[in-house]
């Protein structure tokens, strides 16, 4: 064996969590960087490719090494995938990285025998030096196994300036499996504290970021590929709002006809003069992580931000004509049924073109966890680490403070029906958009109010039953009333 390493993307797409496969970006950050550094590897797509072709890819390139990037979603299905191989190849090194690892740490290599060494936080420097052959007790953000034990040597420091990182080139990859879109990353870390989330655990705390100039390198290379929408994965993309205006005026000095989607984006972070610019540069896409339409429930979560603040955002960004998507959450600490019709009431006030409900589910490593562990909502002796109840699963996990169980998973199958219907009424209104476009004279009612009228249709069809029908409703007869006047 020559000192390589095959590296591998766990299979997430078959199940009813991730049904697309994404680009993997932090290998792909991986990849590039062992090729900077002249150490061979191969890749695999667990969610594109076999088991058998990964224990062929192993057979034929021979590595020293394998690595893989675990999430904890469904890890225990790639603990036994990991055991198998070590059984089949026992001089494989298994090294294991990604949010799973760093969250838990000396955790996972006691409960995965098969992993060797455990990669903690950004795995770019740490993991060339193991291939390298460094002293393992003295490289920092490493765990590894001798004599039985395990051992963590301590956390590295983040990379402070990004743009010394390479950027993905994906070489290897089947970009081509992947979609037309092409996926950059332009900042870590999260100063934030919302109580359900572990990046800042996983990336820290310190917002980093790639300048605007690092940022128009990478799109430049993959527009010169042919690539012509484009896809910020990075949450936090807007915080440093000088930074996006000048990513904004390099893309419009060029004049290139391009597309991009930014997504889980804060939304106190945009105003309407920044708006105003992404929008003129191409951005057609947002995606903001809402979480509620209460105050109180925001509080809880440790949000940082206001309704106040995050409609005015949606606001505009609804008048320049951004195709908008929000992020709710059910299930959070002290939220009531009054709180999730509020989150209701916010997702269909305004024609955005998709909403996501997710059942909250506590993750190890958030204040989340913690919290449902010492309520004992949860407990130790049940799953470890969520399988396929995560997300977008219709029922709920645990009871929380507020709500039961049975109570919380009624309201998350009605949040169900509601992303269905929103998805067909922004559908039904571009159409009618269109219609009224060529039609002169088309009815008051669809030229100054589709996004209403059409709950007048909808709504009582689609939840006969339910509190929210009702509203629905009364609501949409309130705009008839107001259309008759006008008229």
Not at 109 to 132: F, H, K, P, Q
Not at 285 to 293: A, D, H, P, Q
């Amino acid at each position: 064996m020559t000192n390589n390493i095959v590296l591998v993307y766990p299979d997430y797409r078959q199940s009813k969590v991730f049904q697309h496969t994404g680009l993997p970006v932090g290998l792909g950050y991986i990849a590039e960087s062992l090729k900077q550094e002249g150490i061979k590897y191969e890749f695999v797509d667990l969610n594109l490719d076999s088991i058998e072709d990964l224990h062929l890819k192993i057979n034929e390139f021979r590595p020293q090494f394998l690595g893989i990037s675990m999430m904890s979603y469904r890890c225990e299905r790639t603990y036994k995938l990991l055991s198998e191989i070590k059984k089949k190849w026992h001089e494989l090194i298994i090294v294991a990285g990604g949010p799973h690892l760093t969250t838990n740490k000396e955790k996972v290599l006691l409960e995965c025998l098969a992993i060797d060494i455990g990669v903690v936080g950004e795995g770019e420097i740490t993991l060339i030096e193991v291939m390298r052959d460094c002293e393992i007790s003295s490289i920092r953000g490493v765990i590894y196994r001798t004599q039985g034990n395990v051992y963590f040597v301590g956390d590295r420091e983040f990379i402070s300036n990004l743009d010394n990182i390479p950027f993905p080139k994906y070489e290897g990859f089947k970009l081509e499996k992947y979609g037309s879109m092409m996926t950059l990353n332009s900042s870590r870390g999260c100063p934030y504290r919302c109580i359900f989330c572990a990046a800042p655990r996983i990336l820290g705390r310190k917002w980093r970021n790639r300048s605007a100039n690092g940022m128009i390198t990478e799109f430049m290379y993959w527009y010169r590929q042919g690539y012509r929408d484009f896809a910020f994965s990075d949450s936090n993309f807007g915080v440093q709002k000088q930074r996006v205006l000048d990513f904004c005026d390099e893309i419009l000095s060029t004049k290139f006809n391009v597309r991009f989607h930014a997504d889980g984006l804060r939304a106190d972070h945009f105003d309407r003069f920044m708006l105003e610019k992404m929008k003129i540069a191409g951005f057609i896409g947002l995606t903001f992580g809402v979480e509620s339409g209460s105050d109180a429930v925001l509080k809880n979560l440790k949000k940082g931000e206001t309704i106040s603040q995050i409609e005015s955002t949606i606001s505009n960004a609804i008048a320049l004509d951004f195709r908008v998507t929000l992020f709710f959450l059910i299930g959070s600490p002290g939220e009531r049924e009054a709180d999730i019709r509020k989150s209701f009431e916010l997702a269909i006030k305004y024609n955005i073109i998709k909403v996501y409900f997710f059942n909250l589910t506590p993750i190890m490593g958030t204040e989340f966890y913690d919290w449902a562990l010492s309520k004992k909502f949860i407990n130790l002796s049940g799953v470890r680490y969520p399988e396929d109840n995560f997300g977008f699963s219709e029922e709920a996990i645990m009871s929380t403070d507020a709500m039961s169980q049975v109570n919380l998973t009624k309201w998350i199958r009605i949040a169900r029906r509601l992303e269905l219907l929103i998805d067909w009424r922004y559908r039904f209104l571009a159409m009618v958009t269109k219609i009224c476009k060529v039609i002169p004279g088309a009815p008051d009612i669809i030229q100054g109010y589709p996004h209403r009228w059409i709950w007048f249709v909808t709504y009582p069809i689609i939840f006969p039953v339910s509190r929210l029908a009702w509203h629905g409703l009364s609501k949409c007869r309130h705009i008839i009333s107001k259309s008759r006047e006008l008229s």
